[in-house]
């Protein structure tokens, strides 16, 4: 870098550079001092936009649940109750391994907090939404509205889980293979269906 | 601090120092130069003990493993095949949510790699191995070893991914009190047992 952008752009340019930040160096890494430096302009200019680091980087995580709530949306477009549900399941565990920054920026322990970041919040939330109403869709009489919030915490968990376990270290322990990598996600997927009484697809 | 140590200590006392430091400042901040800084004694005395950052560290998680099988261990004693298991379960969370940094050295990103480090792999698997063992005291016929081996990374993704969004900020978005949180326990328990086959207990 080193040269001076226009200033209209510095508010995009500042979450392209805290990415790639916190992808090189860790979150530890991430300041506006530093986005500033990469970026050739002053130490000032970031603040134009971002009043802190952690609103750099609530926008940066709000982005990541924008992306990742279009790419659940985008799996389940066309299919019926139950394949949207399994597809969903797929999409997430797809993107989890395929996204790996991402994931770990929405879902790890060191996101600014919610309460300080509406508009992160709200993107947060739109994405769980999506699995919440591809749970009202299932036909299931006499789901009540906290049955129903249990089964998606249940889902999450469960998916979590496995895309956390996938992501570290602690797998290898286990020696698996790709292959029983696969596997393991139609097992696990299928295994959701039998705790919330679906038939396996 | 200051004093020097007797020498057959320091193997024991590098341990305890190893831990203070990744609480206080983050795993990153390890190294064999500050425990000999910490504890008062030369840069090589640790050398003697640990030919890398990498070995004490695997040392630290492996004394965490046998920690955690012990209290996994104890939590089943004396109970029948299906309370075990959701003992086991509820001890699990317990660790978890009781030792948050205990288990994120277990489970957590940056572990040192196992294939190295047997005697830490050995007590990770003896850990994954009592669940195996709960497993296979259940009354099942016809239950494969593959089966089985895909209910328990089926359990151990469920707790895992409960305990991990326990542990992060992610669950704020969803503004869960307390009491959900036990509720939430006892359901995702509940739910694990329907999706092996087994009555709620």
């Known amino acids: 870098m080193g040269t001076v952008k226009p200033r209209v752009d510095v508010r995009e ?22 986005v500033a430096r990469r970026l050739g302009i002053s130490h000032q200019a970031p603040y134009k936009h971002y009043p802190s680091r952690d609103h750099l980087l609530a926008e940066v995580i709000a982005r990541c649940y924008a992306d ?42 060191q996101m600014p907090d ?17 699995l919440r109403s591809a749970l009202e869709a299932l036909p299931r009489p006499g789901r009540t509205a906290s ?9 999450w968990s469960t998916i979590h889980g496995l895309a956390s376990i996938l992501h570290t270290r602690a797998i290898d322990s286990l020696q698996l293979t790709d292959e029983s990598v ?20």
């Not at 340019?13 to 506006?32: D, T, Y």
């Open 68 to 109: 990742f709530a279009a790419y659940l949306d985008d799996s389940t477009k066309g299919e019926m109750p139950p394949d949207a549900l399994r597809n969903m399941g797929r999409a997430y565990m797809r993107y989890a391994l395929e996204s790996p920054l991402s994931y770990r920026l929405m879902f790890g322990a």
């Open 114 to 130: 919610p309460a300080q970041h509406p508009e992160m919040l709200a993107k947060a939330q739109h994405a769980f939404q999506l």
């Open 13 to 34: 340019a500042a979450l392209v550079e805290a990415r790639a930040i916190i992808e090189e160096s860790g979150l530890e890494a991430l300041s506006l001092r530093e």
């Open 147 to 155: 049955m129903l919030e249990a089964d998606a915490m249940f889902i």
């Open 182 to 201: 696969e596997a393991l996600i139609d097992s696990t997927l299928n295994k959701i269906g039998m705790a919330l009484g679906l038939q396996p697809s």
